[in-house]
């Protein structure tokens, strides 16, 4: 019965989160390198250079749309991580929840207690019964801790793809926006 | 005769060896995100994810395409 109340794997949702926090950081070392090269460039050329300006209004528009993908997901991965945590504890919420419908004698149909069919004497049957809502109880318990977690993870992916998308849009305006030709 | 003004050219390589360098990265964290299983345990939570991996994805080659063209064409 372990295993059968609360599915997903954690480590694998801890994993992924762990990647996109990996590589936000990642995206976010070579953004900073990119602003530190503008900078000095800025700082040689001098501020009425109109070198220095060539292609700037792509550059930052592209910095901008790379430094708000990394934030997001680094937010994303934490989210991930988050739910990581929270159906680890629902797995053994729903474990200590089998144990005790297991030991009290009952069964799980679905998330729902049952008592078993077949023969029993009027006192079991009765005592299996009066067993019930507290078992129930048990596995509500577990089923609505991930439940929770799982409405609040699906709430920050769905903003956070509405927020995916608005930085394509920006990636590919910058890409369509035409360099002034260098040193003119 | 008017000169005409060059950017350093140890700066501004450096400019475009970031750019390139960031559009590398980029495409690396676009493969990186759909290398990875995930199994959340319901259907509408794994589409949830699945969808935003899509579009992170979707995000970073988009950067790798605008910031190596960037690079190119400062090159060029």
Redesign the interface.
């Known amino acids: 019965m372990t295993g059968s109340l609360?599915?997903?794997?954690h480590i694998?949702?801890s994993?992924?989160g762990g990647?996109?926090r990996?590589?936000s950081s990642?995206?976010h070392q070579?953004?900073q390198?990119?602003v530190?090269?503008?900078d000095?460039?800025a700082a040689?050329?001098g501020p009425d250079?109109?070198?220095?300006m060539?292609?700037e209004a792509?550059?930052a528009?592209?910095l901008r749309?790379?430094r708000a993908?990394a934030d997001?997901?680094d937010e994303?991965g934490a989210a991930?991580q988050r739910?990581a945590t929270d159906?680890a504890e629902g797995h053994e919420l729903g474990r200590r929840a089998e144990r005790r419908v297991e030991g009290a004698g009952l069964l799980l149909e679905g998330t729902r207690v049952i008592e078993p069919w077949g023969p029993a004497s009027a006192q079991e049957a009765e005592r299996r019964r009066a067993q019930v809502p507290e078992v129930q109880s048990r596995v509500d318990l577990a089923t609505a801790h991930?439940g929770r977690a799982?409405g609040r993870?699906?709430r920050e992916?769905?903003r956070?793809?509405e927020a995916?998308?608005a930085?394509?849009r920006e990636?590919?305006s910058?890409?369509q926006a035409p360099?002034p030709p260098?040193?003119s | 005769m008017q000169a005409?003004?060059?950017?350093?050219p140890t700066?501004?390589d450096?400019?475009v060896?970031?750019?390139a360098?960031?559009s590398t990265?980029?495409l690396?964290?676009s493969h990186?995100?759909l290398a990875?299983?995930?199994?959340?345990?319901?259907a509408?939570?794994q589409r949830?994810?699945d969808?935003?991996?899509d579009?992170?994805a979707?995000?970073?080659r988009?950067?790798t395409?605008?910031?190596a063209?960037?690079s190119s064409?400062?090159q060029?």
Do not use: K, Q
């Open positions: 609360i599915h997903g794997d694998s949702c994993r992924v990647a996109m990996r590589e990642r995206l070579h953004a390198s990119l530190d090269a503008l000095d460039l040689r050329e250079s109109d070198t220095t060539t292609g792509a550059i528009t592209s749309a790379l993908t997001d997901l994303a991930l739910y159906l991930v799982r993870l699906e992916m769905a956070l793809t995916f998308w930085h394509s990636a590919h910058a890409r360099l260098r040193g | 005409v003004h060059r950017p350093e700066s501004f450096a400019v060896t970031a750019l360098r960031s990265a980029a690396e964290a990186e995100l990875h299983y995930n199994d959340t345990g319901d509408s939570t949830a994810v969808t935003l991996i579009h992170a979707d995000a970073l988009a950067l395409d605008s910031l063209d960037i064409e400062l060029a």
